[in-house]
């Protein structure tokens, strides 16, 4: 509407330009012309109603509001003055509203921090709803209505108490992860082609790793016998793990569980056909196997637990871990390098385990 408004009156000035050199008698000549011909249109149209863009209205609206209306009467117009009346209105009705209309519609913004604060309350408490979190805010002195907060709450995409307080797998995961171990069979094949199966449980929290042996006959007496070792090697770090987290493989006896029981230690069973569940000890077989089997060939069974060995101290000794941010399972981040001097002088040393495969890097002594 703008750029039709904008060029009816560029149109316009260029044909006032032309009317000014024009004589009288020409321009009453003109006017009895365009009488005419609105005329021959009326005549035409019979009684049919003649449609006018928004920007035609305006344009006639601003040119001849000016006119009195007995003089507005006496033009030939293709509408009613009445009409032509009641487009300026619209039109000085309209350029009012616009100007008295706020910048900013409604109430006032809340103040970012308080928006913070309540989105920081309602994802630290899932089972709060936005009464309990208006509640809250007016202990911390922070007043706001308890509309409001329902506002920032929807605005923000979080649900309502119930959705966001029920009990979710990961957020069992995330919660009870300084108590929570995890153990699976995974299987290789020597060079001769024999079968064997190792048995290995990793620390959530800690990432940490321990591989239980290998075998190529998990019988009841042998997996029985790792979780005895198991639960040895707990009690002497001091480790109080409250849950077990395995699959449903039939290599897991009664006697696996029960001894994991005598020790404080639940067994939870993961779906059928669900890796998912127990992921983090899935991610570790699929390290092992990219950074250690699939690059050794593997002779017997002794050579197979030598090589497990070498990997699980490599494991938590060196290698970073992304899940508890790139620190090693059994030793934090060292502390930056500060100095400039020493930075510049980097004296880094390579130490090779299982003839290269793996490779460990550190500052020389």
């Given at each position: 509407m703008l750029l039709r408004l904008a060029y009816l009156g560029v149109t316009n000035a260029f044909v006032l330009l032309r009317l000014l050199p024009m004589s009288d008698?020409?321009?009453?000549?003109?006017?009895?012309?365009?009488?005419?011909?609105?005329?021959?249109?009326?005549?035409?149209?019979?009684?049919?109603?003649?449609?006018?863009?928004?920007?035609?209205?305006?344009?006639?609206?601003?040119?001849?509001h000016r006119l009195p209306l007995p003089a507005l009467r006496r033009v030939r117009l293709l509408v009613r003055p009445d009409t032509v009346l009641r487009w300026h209105r619209d039109l000085a009705r309209r350029r009012h509203a616009a100007l008295s209309r706020p910048k900013r519609p409604g109430r006032p913004r809340t103040v970012r921090?308080?928006?913070?604060?309540?989105?920081?309350?309602?994802?630290?408490?899932?089972?709060?709803?936005?009464?309990?979190?208006?509640?809250?805010?007016?202990?911390?002195?922070?007043?706001?209505?308890?509309?409001t907060v329902w506002k920032i709450l929807k605005e923000s995409g979080v649900d309502p108490a119930p959705g966001r307080s029920s009990s979710t797998w990961a957020g069992f995961l995330r919660s009870q992860a300084d108590a929570l171990l995890a153990c699976d069979f995974f299987e290789t094949v020597t060079f001769s082609g024999a079968r064997m199966y190792v048995l290995a449980v990793i620390e959530h929290s800690s990432r940490r790793i321990r591989i239980l042996g290998a075998?190529?006959?998990p019988t009841t007496s042998w997996v029985t016998q790792a979780a005895r070792n198991l639960v040895m090697d707990l009690e002497d770090v001091g480790c109080r793990a409250r849950f077990m987290i395995r699959d449903r493989d039939g290599k897991f006896p009664v006697l696996f569980d029960a001894v994991l029981k005598g020790a404080g230690i639940e067994v939870v069973l993961t779906g059928i056909q669900m890796p998912r569940v127990n992921s983090i000890m899935e991610r570790w077989v699929q390290t092992c196997r990219h950074e250690?089997?699939?690059?050794?060939?593997?002779?017997?069974?002794?050579?197979?637990?030598?090589?497990?060995?070498?990997?699980?101290?490599?494991y938590n000794s060196h290698r970073p871990h992304q899940g508890i941010a790139n620190a090693r399972p059994l030793h934090p981040l060292p502390s930056p390098i500060d100095d400039p001097d020493k930075l510049s002088h980097l004296d880094i040393r390579r130490h090779d385990r299982l003839g290269g495969i793996l490779h460990e890097y550190r500052h020389a002594a």
């Open positions: 008698r020409d321009k009453d000549a003109e006017i009895l012309a365009l009488r005419h011909q609105i005329t021959v249109l009326e005549r035409q149209l019979d009684g049919a109603r003649l449609r006018f863009t928004p920007s035609d209205r305006v344009f006639l609206a601003a040119l001849l921090s308080i928006r913070i604060l309540v989105l920081r309350l309602a994802r630290e408490n899932p089972s709060w709803g936005y009464r309990r979190l208006h509640g809250e805010l007016l202990v911390l002195g922070v007043k706001v209505a308890a509309s075998t190529a006959h250690l089997l699939d690059r050794t060939l593997i002779w017997n069974q002794r050579h197979l637990l030598h090589a497990l060995r070498e990997f699980e101290q490599f």
